[in-house]
């Protein structure tokens, strides 16, 4: 299925024989929990127990929208989507295809779509129909909703410690949310407490999202000084201030806008992977709160 961040594989997320389908399909392990898509905020008490309040008033603002939230998870609902943890995570998609899917699974009874990104484990996130193709074959109904238009996975919120503790950033900033829910935004390692126990997201592990080349961040001054006699099994991905020697399929511009290298970003490390380069220099995104997202992915693919 389509969604605004990025292409997912979903099942029923009340059906453990077909969530199980989808942790072989993406050789997955079984303990890491899926995020469950809902149409809308009236199927959160079917999966949720206690919603704190802070975590209501993220949904009030962002759903639909790129942010996953989670919570305690009511006993005996979706237990193999969960992966066995005591919480679960809930998602309202904006995109247009992923809400009629959504709503029509509703209306036959269905309350949730568990779905991870339509990769191989570890692998780039696919943003669009093609991608999930080359990732499971032909052997997959593919709803193509076009391109997405976030590009990288939605936020996560741990809304179980009383406080709001991100676990993933997204396109939805850090401030973004404290401004709606009036609490401030902890970062997974801000509490000593926090960065053993708890939920762990495999998108938080430090490699992930990674490509077949080694990707490398360099800083402006590191590509201007290595680019002259960077050797043709390379490829760069870098924004303006870096010369780029020659118009070749091997130098991408990355661009100004946080927003829009977020929806290029996946593409890129693919179409940069498939010319067979051993290595991708990717100049290191701005460090200010809209780049978040870009960077985690990046330093991720780079680790
Ligand atoms: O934007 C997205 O979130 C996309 C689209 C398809 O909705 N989905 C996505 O799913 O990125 P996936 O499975 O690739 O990443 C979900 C992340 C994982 O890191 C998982 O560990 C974490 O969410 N997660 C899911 N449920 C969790 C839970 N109960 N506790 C902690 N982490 C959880
Ligand atoms: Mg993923």
Known sequence: MPTETVYGLAADADNDAAVAQIFAAKGRPADHPLIVHLADATAVGHYAGAVPDFARALMAAFWPGPLTLILPRRPGVADAAAGGNPTVGLRCPAHPVAQALLQACAARGVWGLAAPSANQFGRVSPTTAAHVQGEFGDDLLILDGGPCSVGIESSIIDCTRGQPV?????????EQMQAACGLKVLRNNELPALSDQGPKASGTLESHYAPQARVRLMDAAALRAA?????????????????????????????????????????????????????????TPPDTPDWLGVRDRLQRAAF
């Open 166 to 174: 991100l676990l993933r950033p997204g396109a939805i900033t850090p």
């Open 227 to 283: 680019l002259p006699s960077a050797p043709a099994s390379v490829a760069v991905w870098a924004r303006d201030g870096v010369p780029l020697p020659e118009r070749s399929a091997r130098y991408r511009r990355m661009p100004a806008s946080a927003e829009i290298a977020a929806q290029q970003l996946f593409a890129i490390l693919r179409e940069l992977d498939a010319l067979g380069v051993a290595d991708i220099w990717v100049h």
